[in-house]
Each structure stands twice: as structure tokens, then as C-alpha cells.
């Protein structure tokens, strides 16, 4: 896949995956944040100690969803309720081992028919904006948009966050 950001054009690595048919999406539970916050604190890259301290807030009131192999968490996601037909995905984090081999994906089709039975129409989430050059963050927007989230707008600077990190928001109908 080629992606072209202002006039400098990049390459991405393309992942094949098969869904882990020993894994499982289920609630979580307050007794799972240690676990979570493991996960983002392993990739560091995307989270710095500043967003730790917020997620382990966020995690506490958020509803949780984690993807779980063999008893163990290998990733999860935090959905926030913004109104009676939209949600937000606050978080979402997967083991550096177990990424590109489905986990996300199947994480975001569950939460996303899980809503869907909750008449949630809606689902966002906030990230890096692409005028970052950050390698990360490039892939974060493909995996979003790979799975049918759409980039609705930049704001920059973003009011919660430090300043040089615009905030690209995208949507998805579920």
C-alpha cells in the first residue's frame, strides 16, 4: 500500500492475518486493568507515561473489552458512551507480540456489533493526525481505516493533548 503524506510518499508493510480461533473478546473487568495497562506500557511508543496515567483513570470508568488467549490478555479496548448513538474508543492496545495476526480486528468487529445491538450508530476515535511523521501512528490509521473508519477531520492543536500532536478524528458506522 502507498501512502502519500504532503509530497513525501512511504511504503507500509502489508500484514496478512488469520483470525486466533483460541482467542476470545469478552468484557472486562476492573480485575483486567493491571493487565491493560501492562499492554500500553509495553508499547510505549504508543503511549507515554502522561497517557498511562489517564488510561488507568479512563479504564476504571470506560467499558472494557479484552481479547483473551489461554486465560491471558493479549489486548484490549475502552469504549466511552457519548450519546445514545455514539461511542468512542478511548483506548485500545495489543501485546507487541500478537499485533498484525488479527487481535485488533477482531477486537474492533466485536465491540462494533456489540454496539450495534446496543442501537450505538456511531463509532470514533482519536488519533495521531497524519502531517506527524511517525511511523507508528501510520500504521494505527491504516489498521483504522482498513477497518472502515473514516477520517472526519484534524484539529490541531488538540485541546487535551501536548502541543505537535494534532488530533485526527475518525468514524465508523456500526
Excluded at 36 to 47: D, G, R, T
Aim: include cysteine; hydrophobic fraction near 40%; aromatic fraction near 10%.
Amino acid at each position: 500500500m502507498l501512502l502519500v503524506t504532503g509530497l513525501v510518499s512511504k511504503r507500509l508493510p502489508k500484514y496478512r492475518f488469520e483470525y486466533q480461533r483460541n482467542m476470545q473478546v469478552r468484557k472486562g473487568s476492573k480485575e483486567h486493568i493491571e493487565a491493560c495497562l501492562s499492554i500500553a506500557k509495553e508499547v510505549s511508543q504508543y503511549f507515554p507515561e502522561k497517557a498511562i496515567a489517564a488510561m488507568s483513570q479512563d479504564l476504571q470508568e470506560h467499558r472494557l473489552y479484552i481479547a483473551v488467549d489461554s486465560d491471558e490478555v493479549i489486548g484490549f479496548v475502552a469504549i466511552q458512551i457519548k450519546s445514545s448513538q455514539v461511542a468512542e474508543i478511548s483506548w485500545m492496545a495489543v501485546k507487541a507480540k500478537r499485533q498484525h495476526q488479527g487481535v485488533g480486528s477482531q477486537l474492533i468487529d466485536h465491540i462494533a456489533d456489540d454496539l450495534k445491538g446496543q442501537e450505538i450508530r456511531l463509532l470514533q476515535v482519536k488519533t495521531l493526525a497524519s502531517n506527524v511523521d511517525y511511523a507508528p501512528y501510520e500504521l494505527t490509521r491504516q489498521f483504522y481505516e482498513k477497518r472502515g473508519f473514516v477520517h472526519l477531520e484534524t484539529i490541531d492543536p488538540f485541546p487535551e493533548w501536548e502541543p505537535g500532536n494534532p488530533g485526527a478524528i475518525y468514524v465508523k458506522v456500526v
